[in-house]
T-cell receptor, first 113, second 110 residues
Framework: NAGVMQNPRHLVRRRGQEARLRCSPMKGHSHVYWYRQLPEEGLKFMVYLQKENIIDESGMPKERFSAEFPKEGPSILRIQQVVRGDSAAYFC???????????FGPGTRLTVL | TQLLEQSPQFLSIQEGENLTVYCNSSSVFSSLQWYRQEPGEGPVLLVTVVTGGEVKKLKRLTFQFGDARKDSSLHITAAQPGDTGLYLCAGPPNFNKFYFGSGTKLNVKP
């Protein structure tokens, strides 16, 4: 029974490039959450999605960041025109129902040069 | 202001010692989860507590949910180096979205 999968595990981008982070939830889970974690800090909520819907994006920067969870395929977190401050670990979690226990993927570590 | 306050923020102890970490809020939570995160990895769920006053044991780890469902504690007996990590509490207050505490970073020295 596969857990939450994220790829790539590590991503290096130069300033101004685009970063695409993918997340496949656990089987049977239709709720996906994205978090950002800076070194030595806790998890910061970014966005909560259900299939084809953004439910809560209150934690996501208004510019350059977008997220989607299409009917088919993984959830995508997209960062356009990356800057050094975007360097962080990005974690995806999924749950079976809203506000249910969340299970995390291994994360994508983004480094912006 | 964090909805969930964890204390202490950092804890460094010797192998074999006991410790307790706390997770407190002024809000009522329908459930609380505890996670452990090791460097370079995602958080791993340890336990979910649901009922006020509930106590759950996981080998040397004891989790308690406060009677009023506003706080929780994690007690580790005879800590081992393998317990080293970031301990996070999280939960949905009143069935709304999930919130995470800022974590307790535990270092167990051999």
């Amino acid at each position: 029974n596969a857990g939450v999968m994220q790829n790539p595990r590590h991503l290096v981008r130069r300033r101004g490039q685009e970063a695409r982070l993918r997340c496949s939830p656990m089987k049977g889970h239709s709720h996906v959450y994205w978090y950002r974690q800076l070194p030595e800090e806790g998890l910061k909520f970014m966005v909560y999605l259900q299939k084809e819907n953004i439910i809560d994006e209150s934690g996501m920067p208004k510019e350059r960041f977008s997220a989607e969870f299409p009917k088919e395929g993984p959830s995508i977190l997209r960062i356009q025109q990356v800057v050094r401050g975007d360097s962080a670990a990005y974690f995806c979690a999924s749950s079976q129902r809203e506000a249910d226990t969340q299970y995390f993927g291994p994360g994508t570590r983004l480094t912006v040069l | 202001t964090q909805l969930l306050e964890q204390s202490p923020q950092f804890l460094s102890i010797q192998e074999g010692e006991n410790l307790t970490v706390y997770c407190n809020s002024s809000s009522v939570f329908s459930s609380l989860q505890w996670y452990r995160q090791e460097p370079g990895e995602g958080p791993v769920l340890l336990v979910t507590v649901v009922t006020g006053g509930e106590v759950k044991k996981l080998k040397r780890l004891t989790f308690q949910f406060g009677d009023a469902r506003k706080d929780s504690s994690l007690h580790i007996t005879a800590a081992q180096p393998g317990d080293t990590g970031l301990y996070l509490c999280a939960g949905p207050p009143n069935f709304n979205k999930f919130y995470f505490g800022s974590g307790t970073k535990l270092n167990v020295k051999p």
